[in-house]
């Protein structure tokens, strides 16, 4: 997902509706699979350990998809006994930086026996590590002006890979979509994390600003991050 770039014919800029999720920092990235039968593990629970040929950068409670490859890129997921292992599940944990626990969301794979594999390819929202200063991507708050909807505002959630040591994630709004018009919102120079979970999140309740980004301002480690906006 790229950073922060005005928007043009060539990036076009997403809405957020009421209830919608933007990552103004997160890539939806691909993983090659280790092949089998290393690379799939079906507990008779339905619970699948996944193991990625190298490092991934996902994150618990995002969605990946589990899916073939073409010839270049690992071929098909082989499953030893036979059973199906493609679909969409929900990252349960992270135990290391390739491997993953996941639940299975797809009917057709809820009740799969348990079996071994590997290959093909897992993809999902993955964090990023750009050098700051950097903004992320933005996006435009498609509920501003709607009684409905109210209160007008949205909120931020951001999760680095381990600890970032002193750092600071901004909030930033603007009316126009010109770099030099987002400015950071009262109280939205993010610098503390849980020190357990290293997250944060932040509620911007009230606002009149028609865009919204995050903008890493400083971070001393150099570790992934995953910045999320909800409308």
């Not at 933007?22 to 193991?51: D, H, M, Q």
């Not at 998809?65 to 690992?74: C, F, I, N, R, V």
């Not at 491997?99 to 799969?112: R, W, Y």
């Not at 700051?132 to 999760?159: E, T």
């Amino acid at each position: 997902m790229p950073n922060y770039a005005v928007q043009s014919p060539t990036n076009p800029m997403r809405g957020l509706y009421r209830g919608d999720v933007g990552y103004s920092f997160g890539a939806l990235t691909p993983a090659p699979i280790v092949a089998s039968p290393n690379g799939l593990s079906r507990a008779s629970s339905g619970i699948v350990t996944l193991t990625t040929q190298a490092a991934h950068n996902f994150m618990p409670g995002e969605i990946v998809t589990l899916t073939d490859t073409g010839p270049a890129g690992g071929g098909l997921i082989i499953a030893v006994a036979g059973t199906r292992f493609g679909g969409n599940y929900m990252i349960q944990a992270i135990p290391s930086t390739t491997t993953a626990t996941l639940l299975p969301l797809d009917e057709v794979i809820l009740h799969q026996p348990a079996d071994t594999g590997g290959g093909g390819t897992a993809t999902s929202i993955a964090a990023e590590q750009p050098a700051a200063p950097q903004a992320g991507k933005a996006f435009a708050l498609a509920n501003i002006g709607d009684l409905s909807m109210s209160p007008w505002g949205f909120f931020v959630d951001g999760r680095f890979l381990a600890a970032p040591g002193v750092f600071e994630v901004d909030v930033q709004v603007a009316v126009v979509d010109a770099d030099v018009e987002y400015q950071t919102i009262a109280n939205g120079a993010v610098a503390t994390v849980d020190a357990t979970n290293f997250t944060f999140h932040f509620d911007a309740t009230w606002t009149g600003a028609k865009f919204a980004r995050l903008k890493i301002q400083a971070r001393t480690n150099a570790v992934g991050f995953i910045g999320r906006i909800r409308g």
